[in-house]
Structure formats: C-alpha cells, structure tokens
C-alpha cells in the first residue's frame, strides 16, 4: 500500500515525513525550511529533479545568479524571514551570542576581539557585518532569539539580510565587506548552500585581490598599526584557507596558491590581542628582514594555514584520473610527493601542537581545543584523500591480476586509511566528552572529518580483510557515536543530515551486497562505484557546472503505478540495529529508491557538494 505524500525535503534526504497532510511537516517547520509537496514523479523524471533548500541555485537560473544569491523568503517562513532592513543588529548580541562566535572564531580569525567587543557595545561595527555574525553565532545559541521559531530560522534570516545589505556593496572593495562575504560563504556551506558558498567565497577573494591585502604592508610603528596590518592579512588568510577548502570537484580550482601569499602567516592570539608586533615566515617559508620584530612562535591558525595548503594539492589530485600516474609507491609519484609534504608538516609541528588525546584536553582547557580539532582534521583528511582511491576490491569489485607490489602496496594503504578513521574517531569521542559548550564551537570541517571517517570504518567493518575482523567491536562503538555526533551538529549545521543519511543508506547497501552476494549490484554499478572513487566529484552537481541528470537510471525514478519490489533482507544485520536514527519502517523505500548509490555519494562527496543544491 502507497505511503503518504512526503515533502521534497524529506524524500530528497530520504527521511520520514510527518505531516497533518499538508505543510510544513514536523522537520521543516522545525528547521526553518520550506516544506514543498512535489507532484508525484512520472517513470521518465529524475528523482535528482527535487527542489533544493531554500535559496538553492537551481539549474538554468544563470541569468537570476543576483536573485538567487538573496532569495526572497519562502511563504512559510515570511513572518520570521527577515528582520526590517532598518532593525539595528546589535539588541541580539547577547552575552551568550558573543561567547558562541568567539568559539568558533579559529575559523573566522580576522577579528580583533577586544576591538570587535569594543565596537558591539558601542554600536559602531558595520551593519551588514554584524548580521553575518549573527547568522553564525546565532545558530550556536542554546535558545533562538525572540520572535524566531529555532536558533537555524534566526540564522537563516540574518544571513538573508546581511547578503541583501552587502551586495548592493561589491563595487565598492573594502576590508568590511570582504569580511562579511567570508562570514556569508560560511554560512552557506554549513547550510549546505554549497554553490552559493562558492560564488561568495569567489566574490571574497577578488573583493580581497582588489585592495591588496595579499600584499605584505610597511613594518608598523605602533600597537594600532600592528592590530591593523594583522587583521588585513588575516582576513586575506581566511581567504585562502576558505578557497583551499572548498576547492575540489569538477570545477572547482583554486584560485589561491602559496605564491599569491606574500604575507606572513598570522601570529599567535596573545600578540594579536595584545598589539605586540612579531615576525611569522611566508607560506614558503621565507622571513622578512625588513625590520627587527622578533621572531614569533607558530600558532594553531598558522600551521592550519600550511596543512590547508596541502590538502588544496590533495584535493587537485584527488579529483583526477590516476590510470597514467606512476604506480602510488614510486617516489616520484604524485602521491608520494604530497604524502612526504604532509608528513614534514607533522614533523615539523611544534610538539604542543601534535596530535595526542592529553594534548587535545590541554589545548580545550586553554580554550584552544576546537582549533586543534579544526587543523588535524585537516590533515586526517588529507591521509584519507590520498589512500582511499586504492582501495583493494573497492565497493565489492573483484580486481584482476596484481603483482606482488600491488597487492603489498593495497594492503599497506588500508592500514594508512584504518589507522587515519581510527584517529579521527578518537578524537570525536573526545570531543563528545567536552559536552555540547565543546561541540557549538565547531564548523562544518569537522563534521566532514568525523563523517569521512565513519563511512570508512563502516566499509572496513562489513568487508574486513582477515587480520582486520578482531577490530570489528571497536568500529562499531565508533561508527555509533560518530553518527551520534552528526547527530548532535546537525542542530546547528543542517549539513550533517546529509552526511547521516547517506552513513544509514550506506548501512543498508552494504548488509544487503553481504546477505545477496553479486546479485545485489550490477556490473554497471559497480563500475560506476569504482569511477566515483577514482574521478572525485564528477558525478555530484558542481557548484559551477550543470547539473546532470539521470533519466536512464531506473534507481532514480519510478513509475507513479509501480510499487517497487522490496529485495530480499540480510537474515542478520550486525549494525543496523545499533544506528538509532535507522527508522526501519522505511526500509522498502529505502531500498526501492535508489539505496545502492548511497556508497557512490560517500566516495564521491566533498566539502560543499553533498547534493544539496
């Protein structure tokens, strides 16, 4: 028997839709999301043909890129869409607000914070700034503010009004507004805006390019030239730290390299607070001689400045066709290449900064401990990137003849990839146990990292090889709680529904492939699998390219008349039960409409294309 309707946001996200019948349903209402009932799909249409979130870019809308970029509000969200374009900002920044965007502000590091306090409580700070880090910190808040159904309507409203106050401005470059459109991209990545973040971050660094903060000023004099000069090149760092980070997928090329850089890296937070002027190296390593600041220490923002320089590189290499490299282990190899970068970046660390779970619980008592996430996730994820191409038997492949080199080369980057997810889920079990102050500190990076992690350990889990089959008690205690920590980010980043859901069509995927054998995927499909693993993000819609369709594949669409047969279930699902946020009731739907991508999207998802354009 046919289910009831479910919202475009619910079936997009494979999800149960609770609803009296008409919209919202519970979720959107609950998100701040427009809620849409889409007709019933005809056998020919793509399912890939559902509406986006709100302010999406949608395909064919080029000519629109302004409009889409503001987005009206939706009717369901009228009354509380936007604040009047005349409200003051600041009556919101309270206590808790300030606290919840200094947290995160290892992300965003341009801001003086004294000066920034200073400028709240005067009321003197640029309007359309001001909304845009509401619309972060905001989402952070343990209550929404006044008049605002959840913290995530509130952000969503203050980050609509601060992109409809700061594009009429990017004909006019100034450090404010390059400020408040990084603030803006921000915004719409962890909202899962994937594209729109990318047009801003691209307005941004142009913005940025156009009053020369990637250029090293004069040596300052003063503590206030020192503050000054420090904040200009940090917001050119945000720049380039944003650009190495989005970049990837079909597309999507950096625009800023190390040769761009001719700044120095930021300084530690105690000079910068303080306004006591010190010399940092270049990206390239190189000082200045210009003057005679002493030599400051590197900081967790500096080295996450050089470790997002390799992972941009990594990204690059990770979106190509390998088939003519030189095989992974010859040294000159570009994977041996990016892999020697990255570990002379974690020798050269220093040693308060490398990774250990005390460290990481010193650097939290310093208030320092998010940071230190944010920059080793960075690197964790840069292992997994170079490794998981070469995945032996990928996604159930049965794989030719290997020499002996292949097959030692295999087995030795599943440890590297094993040992990579393990750490990282270490490392978010730590961070659950600092509690939820921890946790609304955190920006979407680590919620990618911790995501990526899981969905490896899920595929080592099911398809271990037999030295590996004794770490299956630990995989599983940690695929839980990672998707428990997905679980808990998603109350502020609505990213992280997406990662969760595709972890639980994962799960369903890989016990059914376990219970049917080859009957459970195609050739076709497993074929396409192994090329979403090898040709990074080309199969996702990219934020700068059309959106493909898929008309042929019957996964994504079908008939109005058609109950899809429910294939047969494992006889044991070793996992399943364990995941909490699996409502089984749905298993039919799940595995009559298009599960068996649900690995595809894994292997193939980059920060910002997680399908949700």
Same mark, same amino acid.
Not at 511 to 526: F, H, I, L, N, Q
């Given at each position: 028997?046919?289910?009831?309707?479910?919202?475009?946001?619910?079936?997009?996200?494979?999800?149960k839709?609770? *609803?009296?019948?008409?919209?919202?349903?519970?979720?959107?209402?609950?998100?701040?999301?427009?809620?849409?009932?889409?007709?019933?799909?005809?056998?020919?249409?793509?399912?890939?043909?559902?509406?986006?979130?709100?302010?999406?870019? @949608?395909?064919?809308?080029?000519s629109?890129?302004?409009?889409?970029?503001?987005?009206? /509000?939706?009717?369901?969200?009228?009354?509380?869409?936007?604040?009047?374009?005349?409200?003051?900002? %600041?009556?919101?920044?309270?206590?808790?607000?300030?606290?919840?965007?200094?947290?995160?502000?290892?992300?965003?590091?341009?801001?003086?914070?004294?000066?920034?306090?200073?400028?709240?409580?005067?009321n003197?700070?640029?309007?359309?700034?001001?909304?845009?880090?509401?619309?972060?910190?905001?989402? %952070?808040?343990?209550?929404? /503010?006044?008049?605002? /159904?959840?913290?995530i309507?509130? =952000?969503?409203?203050?980050?609509?009004?601060a992109?409809?106050?700061?594009?009429?401005?990017?004909?006019?470059?100034?450090?404010?507004?390059?400020?408040?459109?990084?603030?803006?991209?921000?915004?719409?990545?962890?909202?899962?805006?994937?594209?729109r973040?990318?047009?801003?971050?691209?307005?941004?660094?142009?913005?940025?390019?156009?009053?020369?903060?990637?250029?090293?000023?004069?040596?300052?004099?003063?503590?206030?030239?020192?503050?000054?000069?420090?904040?200009?090149?940090?917001?050119?760092?945000?720049?380039?730290?944003?650009?190495?980070?989005?970049?990837?997928?079909?597309?999507?090329?950096?625009?800023?390299?190390?040769?761009?850089? *001719?700044?120095?890296?930021?300084?530690?937070?105690?000079?910068?607070?303080?306004?006591?002027?010190?010399?940092?190296?270049?990206?390239?390593?190189s000082?200045?001689?210009?003057?005679?600041?002493?030599?400051?220490?590197?900081?967790?923002?500096?080295?996450?400045?050089?470790v997002?320089?390799?992972?941009?590189?990594?990204?690059?290499?990770?979106?190509?066709? *390998?088939?003519?490299?030189?095989?992974?282990?010859?040294?000159?190899?570009?994977?041996?290449?990016?892999? =020697?970068?990255?570990?002379?970046?974690?020798?050269?660390?220093?040693?308060?900064?490398r990774?250990?779970?005390?460290?990481?619980?010193?650097?939290?008592?310093?208030?320092?401990?998010?940071?230190y996430?944010?920059?080793h996730?960075?690197?964790?994820?840069s292992?997994?990137?170079?490794?998981?191409?070469?995945?032996?038997?990928?996604?159930?492949?049965?794989?030719?003849?290997?020499?002996?080199?292949?097959?030692?080369?295999?087995?030795?980057?599943?440890?590297?990839?094993?040992?990579?997810?393990?750490?990282?889920?270490?490392?978010?079990?730590?961070?659950?146990?600092?509690?939820? %102050?921890?946790?609304?500190?955190?920006?979407?990076?680590v919620?990618?990292?911790?995501?990526t992690?899981?969905?490896?350990?899920?595929?080592?889990?099911?398809?271990?090889?037999l030295?590996?089959?004794?770490?299956? @008690? =630990?995989?599983?205690?940690?695929?839980?709680?990672?998707?428990?920590?997905?679980?808990?980010?998603?109350?502020?980043?609505?990213m992280?529904?997406?990662?969760?859901?595709?972890?639980?069509?994962?799960?369903? %995927?890989?016990?059914?492939?376990?219970?049917?054998?080859?009957?459970?995927?195609?050739?076709?499909?497993?074929?396409?699998?192994?090329?979403?693993?090898?040709d990074?993000?080309?199969?996702?819609?990219?934020?700068?390219?059309?959106?493909?369709?898929?008309?042929?594949?019957?996964?994504?669409?079908?008939?109005?008349?058609?109950?899809?047969?429910?294939?047969?279930?494992?006889?044991?699902? /070793?996992?399943?039960?364990?995941?909490?946020?699996l409502?089984?009731?749905?298993?039919?739907?799940?595995?009559?409409?298009?599960?068996?991508?649900?690995?595809q999207?894994?292997?193939?998802?980059?920060?910002?294309?997680?399908?949700l354009?």
């Open positions: 028997m046919k289910k009831s309707i479910a919202c475009a946001e619910c079936r997009s996200s494979k999800r839709c609770i *609803h009296a019948g008409s919209p919202p349903c519970d979720r959107c209402l609950q998100r701040g999301d427009e809620c849409v009932f889409p007709r019933k799909y005809g056998s020919r249409e793509p399912r890939r043909s559902i509406p986006s979130r709100p302010g999406a870019a @949608t395909v064919g809308s080029a629109d890129t302004r409009d889409s970029l503001v987005t009206a /509000p939706s009717p369901l969200q009228a009354s509380y869409a936007s604040p009047p374009v005349d409200e003051s900002p %600041f009556p919101y920044f309270t206590d808790e607000v300030k606290a919840c965007y200094v947290r995160c502000a290892y992300k965003w590091s341009f801001h003086h914070i004294p000066s920034l306090l200073v400028g709240l409580h005067e003197s700070l640029d309007v359309a700034l001001c909304w845009a880090i509401l619309a972060l910190s905001v989402r %952070f808040s343990p209550t929404p /503010p006044n008049g605002y /159904p959840t913290q309507a509130a =952000s969503n409203a203050f980050a609509s009004l992109r409809s106050l700061v594009l009429p401005k990017v004909d006019e470059p100034c450090l404010h507004t390059t400020q408040t459109l990084l603030l803006i991209t921000g915004h719409s990545w962890g909202a899962g805006e994937g594209r973040a990318w047009l801003f971050l691209g307005m941004a660094v142009r913005m940025a390019q156009a009053i020369g903060i990637f250029e090293e000023p004069a040596a300052a004099t003063s503590s206030a030239e020192f503050i000054a000069a420090e904040e200009r090149r940090r917001t050119a760092w945000t720049c380039f730290l944003m650009d190495s980070l989005l970049s990837g997928g079909k597309g999507r090329d950096r625009s800023l390299s190390a040769a761009h850089m *001719h700044i120095q890296l930021p300084c530690d937070a105690e000079s910068f607070a303080f306004g006591e002027a010190v010399r940092l190296p270049r990206l390239d390593g000082i200045s001689l210009a003057n005679n600041d002493p030599v400051g220490a590197m900081s967790i923002i500096a080295c996450t400045m050089q997002a320089d390799i992972w941009g590189e990594v990204a690059k290499w990770a979106c190509q066709v *390998h088939s003519e490299d030189p095989s992974p282990w010859n040294p000159n190899s570009k994977l041996q290449t990016l892999s =020697s970068r990255l570990q002379k970046w974690k020798d050269d660390l220093p040693n308060r900064l990774y250990d779970v005390s460290l990481l619980r010193a650097h939290t008592a310093a208030n320092q401990g998010q940071a996430c944010y920059m996730s960075i690197y964790y994820l292992i997994i990137f170079l490794y998981r191409p070469y995945l032996p038997e990928v996604e159930m492949e049965q794989p030719g003849e290997r020499s002996p080199e292949w097959t030692s080369w295999s087995l030795w980057s599943r440890k590297e990839l094993i040992k990579a997810a393990e750490t990282v889920c270490e490392m978010m079990q730590e961070m659950r146990n600092m509690g939820l %102050f921890f946790l609304r500190g955190l920006v979407p990076w919620g990618f990292a911790v995501y992690a899981v969905g490896t350990l899920l595929y080592f889990f099911h398809f271990p090889v030295e590996e089959a004794t770490n299956s @008690t =630990s995989w599983q205690s940690y695929i839980v709680e990672g998707c428990q920590f997905l679980k808990d980010m998603r109350q502020a980043w609505p992280a529904d997406t990662w969760r859901d595709t972890i639980q069509r994962m799960q369903v %995927f890989y016990t059914t492939v376990k219970s049917r054998g080859d009957a459970a995927v195609t050739p076709t499909e497993r074929r396409a699998i192994r090329h979403a693993i090898i990074y993000g080309a199969l996702q819609p990219s934020p700068v390219g059309e959106v493909e369709t898929y008309a042929d594949k019957e996964t994504y669409a079908t008939p109005e008349n058609e109950v899809p047969e429910k294939p047969q279930q494992p006889s044991q699902l /070793p996992l399943m039960m364990d995941l909490d946020f409502d089984r009731s749905d298993d039919d739907e799940l595995l009559g409409t298009g599960y068996n991508d649900a690995a999207v894994f292997w193939e998802s980059f920060p910002g294309t997680t399908g354009w």
